[in-house]
Every structure is written in C-alpha cells, then in structure tokens.
C-alpha cells in the first residue's frame, strides 16, 4: 500500500509492471525519435509543483513516465544513436544491477560485505587475461582491479596515487607543492584537466605534449623533450596520461614508447582506454594495448561497449599499495579485524567516495549471461560495421574521412567545410532518425559516428548514410571558400 | 538466448523470476542471520576460475548468488541491522532505479537527456520546502540542488567551490598555494580529511577545532580564535565544515554560529548532515539546521535514512555558479547550444565523474510511493523507537548512556569499561541475530545502535535490548579496575 514499503506481494505485482513497462519500451524503441527538440524548462512545466502528502500508486509514476519524461529524453538506447560513445545498457545488466539493488548492501570495506568485494576481485582478476592484459595486474601478481563510476574518476585517482607516489608520501600531509607536471596530449579526455584542477596542481601544470597531425597519437620525442625541459627547470614530473582511442577521434597513443620513458624517470603512467579498451577482449585488438606491462594504471569502461549499464568503470594497478596508501583514512568507526589482518582489500581506499554499490553483479550478470563469445560478437559486429561504413564515406564525393578510424569510431567531414558539415548534422540530428555529435579537431569541425549500440544493426549503419547524403543533397551543398568556421 | 541481448520476451520472464528472487529474499530475510564469519578467500574460492566461453541461462547465476555470495553478504536490509547508518533500499526506489537503468540514459549534460535533468532539478527544488532548507538553495532564488554519489564526495565538491572562491578563481589555473585552511572537529566525518588530501592542501591543512566535552559539538569560540590565529599568521581559512549528526555519536555542530563568523570572514560554510538531515521532512526535527540560511552548501543522503537505494546524495548550494566556475571544463566534444545559451544546468559541472545516471527516478518513485507523511512516519517510528531504547539503557544497571542521543542513533557502554564493551558487541555480532558498529569517542570505547531500517520495529529493538543483557549476563561482567583499553 503506498505510503510504505511495498509489501512482497505488491512487490511482484509491480515489479512485473515494470519489467514488462521496460520490455515494451525496449521492443518499440526503434518507432521513437532519438531524441526530439526540448526547450529548457518545458518538461519541469508538466511536473506538479509539489510532492504528494500521502503515497500514490506505481501507475501514477509509470503513467508520468510515459507522458511527460519519454519525450524528454534522449533514447540512448535507441540502434540509430551514435553520438559520443555507445552507453550500452543490456538487460542482462540490469537484472544484475536489479539483484544488487534487492540485496541493498555497502561495500565499501570488505567487512561489510565479503562477497561483493571478493566478487569484484575475482572478475577484475578473471578479465586480465579476457582482455589479455598483462598478469601484473591481477591480484596473483602483486596487482589488482575494481570498479569504480566512471573513468573520469579513475583519471583521478591515478593522479593522486601519482602524486603520492612522486612525493615519497609527502603529498599527504603536506598537499602538492606546485612543481608536479602532467602529460598529455591535445587529444587526452578533458577529465584530465578537471582531475589537474581537483588535485590543487592546476591547469598550468597540465602540459599538453605535441601530437602526430595525421594519426593524432602523442609523439614519443616531444614527451621526452617535454620531460627534459621540466626535469631542468627544476619541475617535477609526476604522470603521463596515455589514451587508447581519444574521444575525438579514437587517436591511439604510444603506450610502449611513453612507457620506457616513465621507467626511465620514475613517472606514473596512467592509461585511459575507457572506449576502445574493452575491444581487447578480442585478440585482433591486443595491439592497441601494446607495452601495457609498462603502465602503472589503466581503466576501461564496461558501461560504453561491454554491455554493462552505468556505472562500471574497470580499474587496475600495478602498485594496489600506493593507491590504498594514498587514500586511506581509517576513522575509528570504520577500524575492524579483518582491514587490519592485511588479508583483505578494502575497496573504498581506491576510489573518491566512500560508500559503494554491488555493481561487481550486474558485471558478472553481462559475463555470464554473454560469454566471452559473445562478447567477441557484440565487439566484432560493430568493428565490422564501421569498417564499411568508412569504405562508403571515402568512396564518396560528398564527405571524406576526418581521421582514421578505429574499431567502431568513424569521423568525417562533407566536402565544402566546416558549416556544411555542421549543417549536416543538424539537419540529421532534427530528423529524430539518428543522433550524431561533433568534434573540432585542429579547428576543423568533424561528425563522430560512433557505432556500438546495444541493437545497432547493418540496417541501421545504412539508414544512417542514406540520410548523410540525402541531407547532403538538399542542404549541404558546397559553400563558397573561405566561408568555414569552426566556432 | 545466452550469448546475445535477451529478447522482450526472455527479459519478461526472467525479470520477473528476478522480482521473485528479490520478493521472497526480502520476505524471508529475518530466517538469515544477519552476517556470519566468513574467511578472507573463502567465497572467491567457491568461484569458477575462468570466465566462459558461450553464455549461460540466468538461472545458473541466480544459483550461484543464492549458494554462494548470500551467505558471504551482510544483510543491510535486514531489520536487525544496526551498524553503521541505515542504508534503506526500499522497494519502491528498487523499481525507480530499474525504470532508470531500463531507460539508460546519460544525465551528464542537459542535452544529453533534458527530462532526467529537469526532474532532478525539479525533485531539489521541491525538498527545499518539504525538508525545511532555506529558500536560497531553491532555484527561483539563485540556488539549486542535485543528485552526487556519496556525501563523502559533495564535501569534496564543496572544498573545490570554496577553494574556487577562497582564490578568486586562481586556484584553477594555479592550483592551491598552500596557506589554506579548513576547519572541522575532531568528530567531522574522515572523508573532510581525505577530501582536503584530494584538493592537494594536505591533512596539515584541517584544523580540528575543539568541541564541547558532553555535546561533541565544535565551540563557536575555538572556531573563532582558530580563524583569528589563522589569519594573524597569513594562513587563508577557505572552508568551515559544521556537521548536523555526527557519524560516532550523532553530534550537532552550531550552524547558525560557525556562519556568522564565516559571513563574517568571508569563509565557505559547507554542512554535512549526510544521516540527519533527511529528518527535517519532520518540522519537529528542524531546530537542528537552525542557521542553514548561512550556508553555502548542504549535503544529507536519501539512501541512508530516506528510503532511496544507494546511491542518491542530495547536495545544495546558494551558489551554484561557483561549483560550475570551479568545475566546468568544456572540450568541443561537450559543446552544445543549450549548454551555451546559459538557460540550462549541466550537472556535469557539479561533480567530479562525468558520466551520471537518471537517479531521480528511483529517488521520484520513494518521493511519490510514500508522500510526505510517509516519509515522516519511516522517520518518527525510528526515533520514537530510539528514545525509548535510550530510555531502557538510561535505567539499567549494566549499560550506559555513552552520548547524547540523537534522532535514531543511541551510543551506549557497557558498565565496567572498554573491554567489556568490546566483547559484548562482538559476542552480539558472533550470534547472527543483530549487527552493531563501534566507535571511539575521547579514548571510550562505544557501541552504537543506529536505528533506522526500512522493516526495523519496536520487536526487533526490544530483542537487541535483550541479547545486550543476554551476552552481558553470560561473559561481560565487570573487569578489573585499570584494564580498559581503546585499542
């Protein structure tokens, strides 16, 4: 009865409402626009303008749901949404992620939870040699992984397990001191710059080292000029970010290179692959993850193309203890026997918050529920797809490739410049047919089309070019020169 | 089938087998012990040592979680679970969230799902009246609130905007200059130290303000003559953090005058009222953020004490164009109209991950399942209960108030000192049939009893109150004068 808990009863009715609610929604997605045209404030207009005083039926919210959210949202889910990068949220995940949600507990110390934290251990163990990782990161070898929310917060934590790292633990009381430098390229995830930002070194001390023009990697010299002209004005290296597939353009980064040179100098080396890292699982990928036995830290997201629904970001270290060391507070009312035996990992001493879902579950729901096969399937289908659609864009007189593509991330660009391609994608984006978005790579504008959908198809991949050059067709013609703009 | 998404027609039926799972573990979740000792390994070793190959039906995970992870679990949801704070996953909110993985959609910028960002908006707008806070943390007033993971990471997110503002806006490009100070007391919860480790001032940089011997509470006056000695010797007081409901003993700091002197001084007041504050949906309750119009930032978690599985914390600011000044970095990959037009909120900008879930919805479905006065009742029938636990120890002749009691938190000691305290709560947790945490308050070694669970009634109170004198009776009796010890 509303007004308190659902009883077990009311519990299976209407949770086979809602189980049912979402089939439908997953059954008829492809008859929805990707998304629509909202304008700020009009979805708050339709909501009541206070909370109930006494408890309303299930159906009042699923009815809101229905009328007044639905048409606010962009269906991420949807096989013709290729903007930024997939967010695939499978329903084997989220019965995974329902059972944790129905077993409710904390894991943020293994005391409060064994088997949550020994369920993520395990996996994170079991994927080293899934993704063909290198063993040091698994729990045999002196390493480790877990889950965290986001790679963006993994980008962070490296860092303060870097400095910590750097300053022989100093870091920790002290705070920084305004010598540290940070390495990466124009190309790097802007959490980068934001992690530089949380970590009191600033944006200044962010150094964006010079990229290949053609393949957009970071070049292995300019590192190590970079390197060499802080060591001599007295800076202090601290990381280097190398990324495996950049947002923009899937820009791939000297993994081996960079990490010679941090062996050489005792600088942490963190690599980002959140998009493209999970491709590994299939052999053919393993070269983009080349030299990885050189990293001090590398993170992954099972929440983009692996299937697994946000958030699952997939974290491993080389050094587990400088990472616990670094973020270690242990207030009394958190001291227990099994923390201070050292036979157990307390997760939370590797992430940001404190508190952490069971979201080892919906993990191991996807794992199971696919197999490594189909995982292969899923990653393959998709790599496969985008191959063809690059082999249609460069055959054509309309656009051009922008960039090299990589795994399932194409750029291009229509013929004719900037506007016409900014044009294009408007144009498409307001069909409600496809979601595309856009990047700016050395002030060219470029249209990223990201296949990985959870149901994204060939069918879909075609339907998408047809509207590329029918909007091309009737809007995008060529302007004259001189007319590109990139802001 | 294994091995690719489930069709609508599989995910109907096993969902609701799913539903049933959690149905009948709900229903009979008072049969399990509350936790057992489990032994490091012990469940990672029950595991398959491989990943497989070709998917698998969900029934074999179903198994598994049965057979091998409950019994590793401790059940948080189990109504005889008093550690650490309530982490209520009401059913309601269980359904709310896997509506929200259903629809996977990403709230990381207003764009990128307007309706899950409208009605995040919207449900923090509405709380400001329903929970008594200020108008100014109210939209309409220049405020607003959000949905963050944890209250451990709003009191980072509120150090960032502070230290922001404490600079000018220097700190984002400079990084911290190593003269800022934080105040807390000794009783703040450790992620304010860990935040300050994170922001890279270092753990020197917290001030623990004294407290008042018999409340905990921090002494305005110390507070006081901490800034002015601060100031006097060039030091930059950034932030004062004032909880409401300490984690040991449920203390409550003067808010209205550790606001008055950060007005004073200009200093960021952030409060952090992560268990209590929820209790202020009660008017009777309210006293206790007496002076909040003073602060710049507010955090208290719905998924503690309100019903709302983890994770939904509820932060609010006066100034939410310094948290989006300090944290907003837009690569063009992020770039968009709305964002540009300044009419809309990207939560991005109030985080430190990136990526967000549609967490509204589960917190929209508790918010809407209960109303108001339900919410009141979940409340007032944990504290009613909590007083008159108080009241049993306060008489007994074995046990000791330890604290001030507050709201469904009770600290108590057993009469004969720190050992004997120790013992009893670890022969009560050794029986299965109730959790209990411990803190350390002033070199004593205290229980605690949070009283808070979703299906906590007075039957499960009274039986606690008498495996306490059970266990006591049968190994805790009095010890030698000068064996105490907190270690």
Redesign the interface.
Same mark, same amino acid.
């Given at each position: 009865m *509303?007004?308190?808990?659902?009883t077990?009863?009311?519990?299976?009715r209407?949770?086979?409402q809602?189980?049912?609610?979402?089939?439908?929604? /997953?059954?008829t997605i492809e008859q929805r626009p990707v998304r629509v045209e909202?304008k700020?404030?009009?979805?708050?207009a339709q909501?009541p303008?206070?909370?109930?005083? /006494?408890?309303?039926p299930?159906d009042?919210?699923l009815d809101d749901?229905d009328g007044?959210? &639905?048409?606010?949202?962009?269906?991420?889910?949807h096989p013709s949404f290729f903007g930024?990068f997939p967010?695939?949220?499978? &329903?084997?995940?989220?019965?995974?992620? &329902?059972?944790s949600?129905?077993?409710?507990?904390?894991g943020m110390l293994?005391?409060?939870? *064994?088997?949550?934290t020994?369920?993520e251990?395990?996996l994170a163990d079991?994927?080293v *040699?899934?993704l063909g990782l290198p063993a040091a990161f698994g729990t045999a070898a002196g390493g480790g992984g877990m889950i965290t929310?986001?790679s963006?917060?993994a980008n962070?934590v490296a860092l303060?397990a870097a400095?910590h790292h750097a300053s022989d633990g100093d870091?920790?009381?002290?705070?920084?001191?305004?010598r540290e430098v940070v390495y990466v390229s124009a190309h790097t995830?802007?959490?980068m710059?934001?992690a530089a /930002?949380?970590?009191?070194?600033?944006?200044?001390?962010v150094r964006v080292v010079d990229s290949d023009p053609d393949t957009a990697a970071m070049l292995p010299d300019a590192l190590e000029a970079a390197v060499a002209e802080d060591l001599a004005a007295g800076r202090r290296p601290v990381m280097v970010c190398a990324t495996v597939g950049t947002?923009?353009t899937g820009a791939v980064d000297p993994v081996r290179a960079a990490g010679e040179l941090c062996a050489r100098h005792g600088i942490w080396l963190h690599v980002d692959a959140a998009w493209a890292g999970v491709a590994t699982v299939c052999p053919e990928f393993r070269h983009l993850i080349d030299g990885l036995e050189l990293a001090d830290s590398y993170c992954t997201d099972a929440?983009k193309w692996l299937?697994t629904?946000?958030?699952c970001t997939l974290l491993w270290t080389r050094r587990p203890g400088v990472l616990t060391s670094?973020?270690a507070?242990?207030?009394?009312?958190?001291r227990n026997a099994?923390s201070e035996?050292g036979?157990?990992v307390d997760y939370r001493d590797w992430q940001?918050? &404190?508190?952490r879902?069971f979201r080892a579950?919906k993990l191991?729901?996807v794992?199971?529920?696919?197999?490594?096969?189909?995982l292969r399937?899923?990653i393959r289908g998709h790599v496969s797809l985008a191959s063809e659609f690059a082999s249609w864009v460069a055959a054509s007189d309309d656009f051009e490739l922008a960039a090299p593509p990589l795994l399932g991330l194409v750029c291009l660009r229509a013929r004719g410049g900037d506007d016409a391609t900014r044009t294009i994608m408007e144009r498409v984006n307001a069909t409600g047919r496809a979601v595309l978005?856009?990047?700016?790579v050395d002030g060219r504008y470029l249209l990223?089309v990201a296949i990985g959908g959870?149901?994204t198809e060939r069918r879909h991949v075609e339907a998408l070019w047809r509207e590329l050059q029918a909007v091309r067709a009737s809007h995008g013609g060529p302007e004259p020169s001189g007319a590109a703009s990139s802001t």
């Amino acid at each position: 009865m *509303p007004g308190q808990d659902l009883t077990p009863e009311e519990f299976r009715r209407v949770g086979h409402q809602v189980v049912d609610w979402i089939a439908q929604y /997953r059954e008829t997605i492809e008859q929805r626009p990707v998304r629509v045209e909202v304008k700020p404030g009009s979805v708050r207009a339709q909501l009541p303008d206070r909370l109930p005083e /006494r408890g309303e039926p299930f159906d009042a919210l699923l009815d809101d749901v229905d009328g007044v959210l &639905l048409p606010g949202l962009v269906h991420w889910q949807h096989p013709s949404f290729f903007g930024y990068f997939p967010a695939n949220a499978s &329903l084997a995940s989220a019965l995974g992620d &329902l059972l944790s949600t129905g077993l409710g507990v904390q894991g943020m110390l293994w005391s409060t939870s *064994p088997a949550a934290t020994e369920l993520e251990q395990h996996l994170a163990d079991l994927l080293v *040699p899934a993704l063909g990782l290198p063993a040091a990161f698994g729990t045999a070898a002196g390493g480790g992984g877990m889950i965290t929310e986001a790679s963006s917060s993994a980008n962070l934590v490296a860092l303060l397990a870097a400095l910590h790292h750097a300053s022989d633990g100093d870091w920790q009381a002290r705070g920084v001191d305004r010598r540290e430098v940070v390495y990466v390229s124009a190309h790097t995830h802007s959490s980068m710059e934001k992690a530089a /930002r949380i970590a009191g070194i600033g944006s200044t001390a962010v150094r964006v080292v010079d990229s290949d023009p053609d393949t957009a990697a970071m070049l292995p010299d300019a590192l190590e000029a970079a390197v060499a002209e802080d060591l001599a004005a007295g800076r202090r290296p601290v990381m280097v970010c190398a990324t495996v597939g950049t947002t923009s353009t899937g820009a791939v980064d000297p993994v081996r290179a960079a990490g010679e040179l941090c062996a050489r100098h005792g600088i942490w080396l963190h690599v980002d692959a959140a998009w493209a890292g999970v491709a590994t699982v299939c052999p053919e990928f393993r070269h983009l993850i080349d030299g990885l036995e050189l990293a001090d830290s590398y993170c992954t997201d099972a929440h983009k193309w692996l299937l697994t629904a946000f958030d699952c970001t997939l974290l491993w270290t080389r050094r587990p203890g400088v990472l616990t060391s670094a973020l270690a507070v242990v207030p009394e009312y958190l001291r227990n026997a099994a923390s201070e035996s050292g036979a157990v990992v307390d997760y939370r001493d590797w992430q940001i918050p &404190l508190g952490r879902r069971f979201r080892a579950l919906k993990l191991w729901a996807v794992l199971r529920w696919y197999g490594l096969e189909g995982l292969r399937a899923h990653i393959r289908g998709h790599v496969s797809l985008a191959s063809e659609f690059a082999s249609w864009v460069a055959a054509s007189d309309d656009f051009e490739l922008a960039a090299p593509p990589l795994l399932g991330l194409v750029c291009l660009r229509a013929r004719g410049g900037d506007d016409a391609t900014r044009t294009i994608m408007e144009r498409v984006n307001a069909t409600g047919r496809a979601v595309l978005t856009h990047t700016v790579v050395d002030g060219r504008y470029l249209l990223r089309v990201a296949i990985g959908g959870l149901n994204t198809e060939r069918r879909h991949v075609e339907a998408l070019w047809r509207e590329l050059q029918a909007v091309r067709a009737s809007h995008g013609g060529p302007e004259p020169s001189g007319a590109a703009s990139s802001t």
